[in-house]
Each structure stands twice: as C-alpha cells, then as structure tokens.
T-cell receptor, first 114, second 112 residues
Framework: DTAVSQTPKYLVTQMGNDKSIKCEQNLGHDTMYWYKQDSKKFLKIMFSYNNKELIINETVPNRFSPKSPDKAHLNLHINSLELGDSAVYFC?????????????FGSGTQLSVL | QQQVKQSPQSLIVQKGGISIINCAYENTAFDYFPWYQQFPGKGPALLIAIRPDVSEKKEGRFTISFNKSAKQFSLHIMDSQPGDSATYFCAASGLAGNMLTFGGGTRLMVKP
C-alpha cells in the first residue's frame, strides 16, 4: 500500500493550459503539503493544510490553487501554465504535534510545460 | 534568503569510504534537524533526525553530528556503498513543526 500517492506521475502540457495534480494519503495524518523541486533539485514548500485548513501559503502565484476536500486529500490546480512552472511537484503528509513531524513524500509529478 | 545552507553540492566517494555532508542554519528557533535521502524518480525519505539536546545520533552507518553553538550539523555515512548514491537533503524546522526548510541538496556518488 502506497502511503502517499499522487497522480499523474508525468504531465506534459502546453503553455496556457489548466491542469490538476491529485494527492491522497492513507496514513491518517492531519497535515498535507505541496513542495516544488526545481531542476537544480531545490525543494521549496508551496502550501500546507492542516485538517483541511490552509496554514502555510508561501509566495506562490495565485494561478496555483490547492484544494483539500478532506484531510486525506490535497489536490493542486494550476491555471494558465507557464514555462517556468516546469518542475517536479511533491505531495507530502505528516502528523503535527510532535515538533517537526516526519514528512512522508509521494513519488512526485514531473510537470513539463511546452 | 536561504535559511539552511548545505555543502558540498556534489560528492564522489570510493566504496568503503566516509561521506560527509555539512549544513549550517541561521534561525535559532529551529529545534528539529532531519536528513532526507532521495533516489532518482522518488520522493525524499527520512533517513535520520536529531534534536539539539544531543550532539550526536547514530543509526547503523549513518551519523548526525550537531554543533548548537556553531549552528551546524553534518551527516556522516560510514563504509559508503554504491547503493547510497542518491541526493541528500538536510532540513530544519521550529517549534511549530509544520514547515521544514530544506538545504540545497548534495548529490552523492559512491564509486565501486
């Protein structure tokens, strides 16, 4: 059983399109995240949701909109895709209340904007 | 502003050697310092973590050394193996625990 699963694994699309990435965790965690990893492997947090509520929203263009229908799911919708959005997007989850909870990552979605 | 600085960016070690990766942080509120290991095509996975109340933590061939006064911590991989070839990330978080700040990563290659 995959603890944190995200789909699709690969996403190739044209500039200007709108796309979504889905994420689900079966660990019973209360917090989920989206991280972006650029071509230099740098990992940067984008959003964090705790029990369906947004708690971290880093400086991310408002073309990116996370949605959490329940605490086991956190989807990422991206409008008007740009070339610079090409990256690997990772979903992660953790259980807060333990001071720096262990993050469990999904296997990533490689987004290529042409 | 990069709050966690990691070096080197890349590292080549012979099989059986010791791999050492260093990190420095700025925020004194950080109180949790994990290391993550990432293989190609996979997400990062927690390898080992330390809190500032101890100066060293060892798990198998992996050891974290922590220097609170210098605001530095490092990962030592003893008897490095080709299977250890991966990208390693140090990270840090504060009392809130919900925001890990990652270092820039180190690509380790262990040559057979």
């Amino acid at each position: 059983d995959t603890a944190v699963s995200q789909t699709p694994k690969y996403l190739v699309t044209q500039m200007g399109n709108d796309k979504s990435i889905k994420c689900e965790q079966n660990l019973g965690h209360d917090t989920m995240y989206w991280y972006k990893q650029d071509s230099k492997k740098f990992l940067k947090i984008m959003f964090s949701y705790n029990n369906k509520e947004l708690i971290i929203n880093e400086t991310v263009p408002n073309r990116f909109s996370p949605k959490s229908p329940d605490k086991a799911h956190l989807n990422l919708h991206i409008n008007s895709l740009e070339l610079g959005d090409s990256a690997v997007y990772f979903c992660a989850s953790s259980q807060l209340g333990r001071g720096g909870g262990k993050l469990f990552f999904g296997s990533g979605t490689q987004l290529s904007v042409l | 502003q990069q709050q966690v600085k990691q070096s080197p960016q890349s590292l080549i070690v012979q099989k059986g050697g010791i791999s050492i990766i260093n990190c420095a942080y700025e925020n004194t509120a950080f109180d949790y310092f994990p290391w993550y290991q990432q293989f190609p095509g996979k997400g990062p996975a927690l390898l080992i973590a330390i809190r500032p109340d101890v100066s060293e933590k060892k798990e198998g061939r992996f050891t974290i050394s922590f220097n609170k006064s210098a605001k530095q911590f490092s990962l030592h991989i003893m008897d490095s193996q080709p299977g250890d070839s991966a990208t390693y990330f140090c990270a840090a978080s504060g009392l809130a625990g919900n925001m890990l700040t990652f270092g820039g990563g180190t690509r380790l290659m262990v040559k057979p």
